[in-house]
């Protein structure tokens, strides 16, 4: 069977794998076998379309965090976010929530009472953004920006709101650590959109429709990797197409992964996996409106 080669400036494509995080089930482009990150994006989990009958929901327990910021990112749905900093947030389609873990979070994600009174659907994704070394440390913190706070780019049949990071001359209001870009970007049939040529590491997840690169087609579901330094514009197909930009800067040196954990050193990671072990509250403790249950460990 042949293979049709990637089209100039794509280095790589990612079909993401389903993973089941407690009776719900997301699809995983971030990390990907031969590509860990994009620019600092170490993870990214597309969660949904899914829909729930009355009564259900996500619950996703307080669990830790550590060497990351975690950007939640809605198109439909809502999560009520608890953390051990005392926040308590309700997130909605085009806002975003942004939880710096630095030297130690916990948080925990569910359905509200409200949603779950009737049927209800739920479709985002959420991503991790691993620390510079320098960052690694510092203080866990948390922000909401709703959806009017964010700057939105509109051209020829393009609508793009800039979640993170800056982008085409507009800059997000979160406090970031390093160079990234993250792009809500709608494409009427025919629109076409140039990936932003003043960063490094650029990726696009197709997250409805189809786009084209060179005359190539890529559907949803798919994340392309593009060379760093080429010129790069795609176009909607003849149904247009919903995207996820994102990239920036090369990381300051590779990252190790275990569980909910980040860090530039296996050191760091044993260390927290032995405090949460332990039930150090010091360095681990639970949202104070949401203590009653966590994740354990894994084994």
Known sequence: MSVNPLPAGVETVIVPRARDIGGFEVRRALPAPGRRMVGPFIFFDQMGPAEFLTGKGVDVRPHPHIGLATVTYLY??????????????????????????????????????ATRAGPHDLFGVQTWVAL?????????????????????????????????????GERAPAAIFSQTFYVDAALSPGARLPLPDDHEDRGIYVVEGEITVAGQAFEAGRMLVFRPGDRITVGAGPAGARLLLLGGATLDGPRYIWWNFVASSQERIEAAKEAWRREDRQRFALPPNDAAEFIPAPV
């Open 132 to 168: 510079p070394a320098s960052a690694e440390d510092v203080a866990p913190s948390f922000e909401h920006h709703g959806r009017e706070a964010l700057p939105v780019i509109e051209a020829d049949g393009v609508r793009a709101r800039l979640i993170l990071g800056s982008a085409y």
């Open 76 to 113: 439909r749905g809502e999560f009520h976010h608890r953390d051990s900093l005392g926040s308590d947030q309700v997130i909605l389609p085009g806002a975003v929530n942004w939880m710096v873990a630095g030297r130690g979070v916990t948080h925990s994600e569910r359905t509200s009472a």
